[in-house]
């Protein structure tokens, strides 16, 4: 049979299942394959908050989606254009945000009748014609690699367990995707395990054939190569990022690296990569808590090492008290904190950005440090980066705030060139003579770092107040309100060492659109979007929170109105608010998932059509109300 | 890769012998009340410093808050005063990135047994090479008086003032249930005696926990009186030395005898008893560790002083160092290049 | 020899000597007798960091501050009439703010040569002419005790220990105090001690009579009578009042009273009064730390108590996290801050009101809470009642902020008839057949409160988000959305409970004071002064810092200018232009003291007078500046 | 003063017997992985609390988080899951506000050793009332899989790539040296051995600290097969009994004898062996018990089960109580007008 070829700019690929089915894997190597096909690609692992759910229960539904294209890939996709259903559960879990007419692949051995009814559908959802507004293709995926490996003498328990790579070779059909990439990580994967190997390769390769000989695909889909520059990528994700980002910044620092953290999700990851490298000199304690976490870390600091602690929020509240401490003795130390759904335990394993007001300010005291966000997974390589300057060039603890969908979405990331990559110099005392431990670099404000084993410098640091230069322990009213002063003004500072901020699109106008953080992605194709539709809209991504680039007053006050959209009340809004006198529109979403790039199009056209609230922000008084 | 660190610990540094403890007394008024047990500590611990054969700058105190928190301005080295209970993970911390220097934290009863257990009882169990002098007083002196974990029933103080309903902690048998190595006691009236214990603790490889009973002149004054003063002390403690028989007593003419599991008194100037019946201490064996730490609140058996228990094993930091070693052995050093590309990587041209 | 007699407003005295002196005592008599004599009365306990630092040293002096008269005393006295310094580190610490021409009477036997050395005197002061420009007042206090007790058979170390109150018997001359209340006191304290009770009496009238007889005292001041409504009056602190608040408020709500608490500086007093409450079927937990002191009364709130916890920002900073969790079991906990100047350990034993952005934002996550703030010593206990009634209703922890400066000063407070206090209702739930666990009370929003022992509610609550009503864990994305909704328009909605804020001065106009806590009094007294100058300036103090009263923002508007006092560097500045969009010229001062009432009049003057600046805030970029 | 809570308690409750283990399963979904060891600790609990006795809506259990948080979710009575280690807090709060609870913690090796190490130790020494179950599965299950604090020294988990460096605690030895009262292990395994310690612990007036092998088949499967599966457990675990003497393995024909303090193995049917040369468990001798906590971890020894120390110490919150009482018998309860004038008050008319 003939098939059509249809060229797609962009296409999202969800592939759903019980946990036990393997799309966490199937998905993985979607996305590399596409990568590897030179695409753009972001993708999100979601899986159940359940470690093993029983089998066929929607709260056991693991999913990995996979957005692919040409250009502008920056979200996971907003709507599913094809579904991977292993079982009924994945198909009810998901159908909600699958695109009408869009292709639903289902394994029909997954609809008997107790799957249906632990899916809680009192019909066959395959047979009723409810399904009648999609693409469906309905496959018995046992029968077909039954089929498939009739003439291979091969395990039967073997061959049905590769059926999630039956369905993925039926998608690398559909998207005309290389099989060379999945078929190397098999052979590296299983090695020396030879009836392994063969089952799975057969088994992709299957699914290629299954789709191209089967009727119900008419199509096959092309997406032209992307434009991206030349060089080595890998997919990454931004925990990953943040491991890699570390260890790239002690080297860059010729520091040695100590990690002190306690598990925690969704940053447990970076403790795991970073318990990894060992090969690398890296030295890590996974501590007691949450506490031994960030003071371990701290004494590491106080040693010369560049400092690390990772946590996500109920860790963050219980560091407070030890930030406060590293304020005070001013030692540099990386707080990486990978956001999720409070307050509380909340919502462990979904995504959200509630903890920027703590960031500032969860501490006793007056207790300023600064404060950054990565804006996507790769992003956080660079941002981690970041922190390690900021922190050691400083002396002072900083929070880099990622969330729990960039630390696990991935992209496609071009591997830089470490040798091209500036170096990072820390500030070591050096003359034993004119030694204090609190005089400062006049320039940054920075004291100087005298480790144990400089010879001639022994001093003492602590928690209460100091007094300037001698760092002497002082009750000087004054003074303290001196010592305040100077390192309000050290963090204020770093502004003068920060890109300014960037407005993509006019520079002044009706409507500034200003993110931060993991809505990156969505925000910027959302404004993609409306300016295709021939809306003016300026948009500008917020990198540092804590201080704010030096231009962005006279940004904000450029515009008319000023939109934020975050996943939270208004965190962001309130901090531009204090500072700037500037009213901000709200765009608010606390569901533990991200912005869909379209909620953000929908919502920002209502505004630019609200001629009458247009002019609200000369009114003094009003508050302007949130979208 | 060669990092900073190493090139400052490269540079040459002082010899082993050229200090005095006045080295290590900055110049600085005590601020300590008149009489204060801990002034009596002090003392020990910079005397013993020039004879640890390590470089000044390579000892470093750490201490929380409470009246002992203040130590480490008066001993004239690198020194941390942190927040309350966090001295052991931050030490812990500093070691393990930093095994070349001498790591030494004070603490007190609130301090370590208190909001500090946890990371105590850690520490006991992973064994990072750390010498803790606990100050216990028995007693929160710095907020001027509140019953502590080692505060007995029925004390009153002024969070306590018809009696505390706590049982205290036991601080040697909870170091020794956390399975610390080096477990000793001392007292701030015997300098020597505790001199002697923190020269041992120091040479202990490993996590050494250092009980020092230190009077608190303002909120408990003479808490310890029965064990410490050179009058009483004789008669009301018994100190251990390995392979010696448990034998106290102004004449030395009392001892320590196993009844079952139970220890009881025998005079040894009775009829029938001898020398050979008495309890001989032997610092590596953990049973009899715990019953010596189950004398402490006897009323009728002497307190144990001087070293409970004295085990080997590896240090937390060794391992670190080790496993890194053997894995870099193995493998090779990691290349940047390899880490950052990862499992598997593509190419665009 | 004649004396005068002359009439005086107010006087402010200040006993200062070595930590073993016993000036906190007599401060402590001074107070109580002018209370006694029917005045207004403030009063500042000011004790050395150190226990017991060596005698004589400088860091060594412990001084008591009295400020009394016949009206107007909010503040503990901005400058020295009287001092008192039985030695020369009393007198070199506190001369710096004794008025011009003021008393200062010395124990001349402090002034020997060492104690001149400790407290770095070159020459003696008195003698060297350096104290001119004040009254000074030379008693050999040994001497003269020696001599009153001449004909009396008493130990003579027991007749010096009594120097302190020959110094008070002295002032009582001085000011024409009662000396009855402190006789008694005397007979009380040393009850069946004749010699000690002898020894005292005989003191204090020794004291009064040297005054007498001594021609350097040539006056005798009076002080008339306040125009106090009558009542029994006693001198509380903000700590005692805190604790006395408490137990009045579980009497009224019929509840259990349960503090889990751990000892920090200076909230310990209020566990120290709370522990020995037996009688009062009080129960407490001296907790191993700040996390087990909240934790445990939650655990108590959980079982039905009105469960409390207290501490000072180290604490605070701790509880984060399960504050975060109060808020998400909505149990109602009282968290009381007794705020002192950080960050980290910081300056222990001093003031400072740093604590309010961690109180409204140290959790992470979207975790709102109710916030008040004490505005002086003795209304801490009605602010503490305001919490605990707020707590039940609303079943929402409260944070109390109250600080060292009101928590150890003390004032006459008119003791309260608790028949007509009000009662406080606590919302059990009722019906067994209808109950869920997170039904709510449709007007406030509070949950019911199901506690054990209550058949048929047997549920589950937690740190998990929860479905709207059942209660059930839920992790829907669009409940999640509700329920942090709900859980911020429960703490938004208090505002209709509260009183509005009261504008003292015109209701509007070009300066309005805005001040919170305990910066009251000072504020209270400069407006005082600056009108009786002329001046109009209008004045309101917030209690309730989260919600705030609802008339606040409509308040603001009408205002030119908005002033803004706080220990702190602009926290409820940055709260106000957050939320209201309006400028806010801060006047901020983080030495670990208190405002002194002429520092604000300054300030203010200053304002007053720049025309130049009145209209800034019609300019839209511009940032105010802080004075 | 009567309170609320008064006027509750007032109310009739229940009858002792008219419950079966039906009444205590909610309607839900138990969410463990198929064959977790938790499921397994569940019916037991819920079996047990028909027998204690104690009106349903006075029971409660309390959790933490890990996977053994969610118990209270499948126990029909009051529960609170709270946070990461502050359980014990939690329950001594409300146990002491009130005493006539039944109070019960389901916790983890993580959440109870690691992040809770502290309220458990004190939890221990305060002898509130509360009966622990510790599922301890050697792992932190809830995050996926890394090293606890008893995990081994090599365990190979997601944070330990090459093995785990840390030593483990030994719960019941670390439970020991904190003077905890009661003390118990038993396993997932043998449900009706695991009925009767919880029953054994409910009756037990004080703290009541039961750890729990729990298999966890996802992240440390077959941890304890050896002493948990039917066919080795007899060779691999002794079981003791109060009074009883320490036999063990399949046909009861080795026993456990005292070399000094060690304890060693023997075999009863050999010659010269017998049975009154085997030690006699005794859960009232504290040495005893810290002789076979410390048998846990040897390769030689079977591994002590059932009830290792019960020894009898007033409670936390019967002490509290008295205070009250004593105090109001002493000196009347107080009133409210006499609390707010203080020492000294005046009057202005
Ligand atoms: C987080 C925190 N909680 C409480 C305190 C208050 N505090 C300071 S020292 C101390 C107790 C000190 O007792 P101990 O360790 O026995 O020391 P000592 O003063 O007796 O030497 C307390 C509760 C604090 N500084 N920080
Ligand atoms: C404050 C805080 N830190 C960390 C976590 C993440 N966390 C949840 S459960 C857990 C460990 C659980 O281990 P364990 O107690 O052994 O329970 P298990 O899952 O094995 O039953 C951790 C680290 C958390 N929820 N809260
Ligand atoms: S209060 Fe006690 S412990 Fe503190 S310095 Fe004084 S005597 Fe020493
Ligand atoms: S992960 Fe392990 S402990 Fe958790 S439910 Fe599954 S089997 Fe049980
Ligand atoms: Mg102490
Ligand atoms: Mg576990």
Sequence with gaps: MEKFKEHVEDVTVRFAGDSGDGMQLVGTQFSDSSGFAGNEVNTFPDFPSEIRAPEGTLYGVSAFQVHFGTRNINTTGDFVDVLVAMNAASLKVNLANVRTHGIIIVNTEGFDERSLKLAGYAKNPLEDGSLNNYQLVLIDMGKELKKAFIELDIPSKLIQRTKNIFALGVTYWLFHRPLEPTVSWINKKFKDKEDVILANVHSLQAGWNFAEKNPDFKTQYLIDRSNLPPGKYRSITGNQAVALGLVVAATKARLPLFLGSYPITPATDILHAISGYKRYGVKHLQAEDEIAGITSALGAAFGGSLAVTTTSGPGLSLKSEAIGLAIMTELPLIIVDVMRAGPSTGLPTKTEQSDLMIAMYGRHGEAPMPVLAAASSSDCFDMTMEAARIALKYMTPVMLLTDGYIGQASEPWRIPDVATLPDIAPHFAEDAKTFKPYARNPETLGRMWAIPGLQGMEHRIGGLEKEDGSGIVSHDPINHQKMVEIRQRKVDGIANDIPELEVIGPAEGDILLLSWGSTYGAVRTAVGKLKEKGHIVSYAHLRYLNPFPKNLGDVLHRFERVVIPELNTGQLKNLIQAKYLKPVIGINKVQGKPFKSVELEEKIEVLLSMENIKKWSSKKVDIPVDL | ?349
């Excluded at chain 2, 992973?126 to 007995?152: A, C, W």
């Excluded at chain 2, 053997?326 to 950052?340: H, I, P, W």
């Design chain 2, 1 to 349: 890769m060669k990092t900073i660190i190493d090139d400052i610990l490269e540079k040459p540094h002082a010899g082993e012998t050229s200090y005095t403890a006045k080295d290590f007394k900055p110049d600085v008024d005590v601020r300590w009340c008149a009489g204060c047990g801990a002034i009596s500590v002090l003392s020990p611990a910079q005397r013993l410093m020039p004879e640890l054969g390590v470089p000044k700058e390579k000892i470093v105190y750490i201490s929380g808050i409470g009246c002992s928190g203040r130590f480490p301005y008066y001993m004239d080295t690198y020194g941390f005063h942190s927040i309350h209970g966090r001295a052991l993970p931050i030490a812990s911390g500093l070691k393990i990135a930093r095994p070349d220097l001498s790591v030494w934290v004070v603490t007190g009863d609130g301090d370590n047994m208190s909001i500090g257990g946890n990371h105590f009882i850690h520490a006991c169990r992973r064994n990072v090479d750390i010498n803790v002098m606990m100050f216990n007083n028995e007693v929160y002196s710095l907020t001027k008086g509140q019953f502590s974990p080692t505060s007995h029933r029925g004390q009153v103080t002024k969070s306590s003032p018809l009696g505390s309903l706590d049982d205290p902690f036991n601080p040697v048998a909870l170091a020794l249930g956390a399975s610390a190595t080096f477990v000793a006691r001392g007292h701030d009236k015997d300098r020597a005696q505790l001199q002697q214990l923190l020269q041992k603790a120091h040479q202990h490889k490993g996590f050494s926990f250092i009980e020092i009973y230190t009077n608190c002149r303002i909120f408990n004054d003479g808490a310890f009186d029965l064990y410490t003063n050179a009058d009483t002390r004789s008669d009301s403690t018994v100190w251990l030395e390995h392979e010696q028989p448990l034998v106290f007593g102004k004449n030395k003419d009392k001892g320590i005898k196993l009844d079952g599991f139970n220890p009881v008194v025998i005079d040894l100037t009775a009829e029938g008893n001898s020398i050979s019946d008495v309890l001989v201490h032997n610092e590596k064996d953990s049973t009899l560790a715990f019953i010596l730490a189950n004398m402490t609140y006897s009323e009728v058996l002497p307190r144990p002083m001087g070293i409970i228990q004295n085990l080997e094993r590896s240090s937390y930091e060794e391992r670190v160092v080790d496993q890194i070693t053997q894995e870099v052995e193995k493998k090779g050093a990691g290349s940047l290049e390899s880490l950052l590309q990862g499992g598997s990587f593509w190419e665009i041209n």
